[in-house]
């Protein structure tokens, strides 16, 4: 009856390692497609031809807000390579005009890692949007890694945006990727649909794990530590592609999140 119940554990250990392995492969993360209804309300911005950049800040008023922005004087049309080589620069500001069809319910997406680091984004003259402190701190290290959904007007179109960005990172700063124009609730089901494979997989590693420490405790009475090995490696490779899951910025600390992954 023992060996009976070791064969058994065997074969679940087995078929386990193999679901792990399967479920592994990582699904592709799209967004500005067309293959759905709900991708077609989705444009990605890139910083290209159509933006201007402005290194360093503008002078701020009594009440610590920045001024003369709005100036065309004072913007270099952007090219590709303009924005390399940061060097001592802590401040940057970029602008676009946005002439993309209208939307109902507009919003943006910044993805992780793609703002660097704390930033300003004003439409037109209106302050609309703000993460971190706007100066060169120590506590704006860790803002890059998480991502940002803002509301947007409905009469959007045709206005100016305007990033004000301060970053004491040794090479980024601005925007380094593409960011996401659309309809917030297309734009927040495409957050969750990107991340759904990384919490199935997850969960798959640390359900396994934990099925794992039972075999190890009650079938091999605590003799068998390869089993043991197998059921730590599983459990927390799970809660490591569960920190990878981007939601979870929104509930845990950009800091711990990066202290799970590294």
Known sequence: QGDKKVIFAHRILVMMILGCLISSWNAPVTWADTGTPAATTITALAVNQEWSYHWGDFELNAQGQPVGFDDPAAWTPYQAGSLEGKGAQTFLWLKTTLQKPAVANP???????????????????????????????????????????????????????????????????????????????????????????????????????????????????????????????????????????????QFIAPRVLTYIWY
């Not at 993805?111 to 701190?137: A, K, N």
């Not at 009650?218 to 459990?235: E, G, I």
């Open 107 to 249: 919003a943006i997406f910044i993805p992780l890692f793609t703002g660097y680091q704390s930033f300003e984004i004003y439409l037109d003259q209106t302050l609309i949007y703000q993460t971190g402190e706007l100066r060169p701190v120590f506590a704006n290290t860790y803002l890059s890694r998480t991502w940002h959904l803002f509301a947007l007007p409905a009469d959007y179109a045709g206005k100016t945006l305007f990033w004000r960005f301060c970053s004491l990172h040794p090479r980024d700063i601005g925007l380094v990727g593409d960011i996401y124009l659309g309809e917030h609730n297309a734009l927040f089901e495409k957050i969750l649909l990107n991340n759904l494979h990384l919490t199935i997989l997850s969960a798959l590693f640390i359900i396994t794990g934990l099925l794992s420490y039972i075999v190890f405790l009650k079938v091999y009475a605590r003799k068998n530590y390869a089993v043991f090995a197998f059921a730590t490696l599983a459990t927390f490779s799970g809660f490591h592609l569960l920190a990878d899951a981007s939601y979870l910025v």
